[in-house]
């Protein structure tokens, strides 16, 4: 799951968001900032503005791409994202944890709310969770 960071709050991936939002983005511009998955070959494209996910003949690369993952994360074990129940457990642990600390509070409760916003988005990436 992909967590809220710093670049959240520049205006130009605010605005970006919104043209997202009104479908007013090119079909370039939605396939670099909004598809599920980006599989491009960076040595015949190095701008990678071809995504090569959806082409099936690069399904066995993508098949031996997701295998090599899938062995790396249990070699280093790494569980991979959260699953919304455990975000959900831990959010209300921090928000609850937060209370004495109006601006840790504040912080907490606007990441919550950020999520939820990306949740509406991008559900593939991220799980809804009650602010």
Do not use: C
């Not at 799951?1 to 043209?19: C, V």
């Not at 939605?30 to 599920?36: G, I, K, M, T, V």
């Not at 899938?70 to 129940?85: F, Y």
């Amino acid at each position: 799951m992909k967590r809220p960071n710093y670049k959240d709050t520049k205006h130009i991936l605010i605005r970006l968001r919104e043209l997202h939002a009104a479908g007013k983005l090119n079909k370039l511009q939605e396939e670099l900032l909004f598809a599920p998955q980006r599989t491009p070959d960076i040595k015949a494209d190095p701008y990678e503005t071809i995504n090569l996910a959806g082409n099936p003949q690069y399904r066995r690369v993508l098949i031996s791409m997701r295998q090599h993952l899938k062995t790396w994360m249990k070699d280093t074990h790494d569980p991979g994202p959260e699953s919304s129940e455990v975000y959900a457990v831990e959010m209300e642990y921090q928000i609850g944890k937060s209370r004495n600390n109006p601006k840790s509070h504040a912080a907490i409760k606007k990441n919550v709310a950020l999520m939820n916003r990306w949740a509406k988005e991008r559900p593939y990436r991220i799980d809804i969770v009650k602010p």
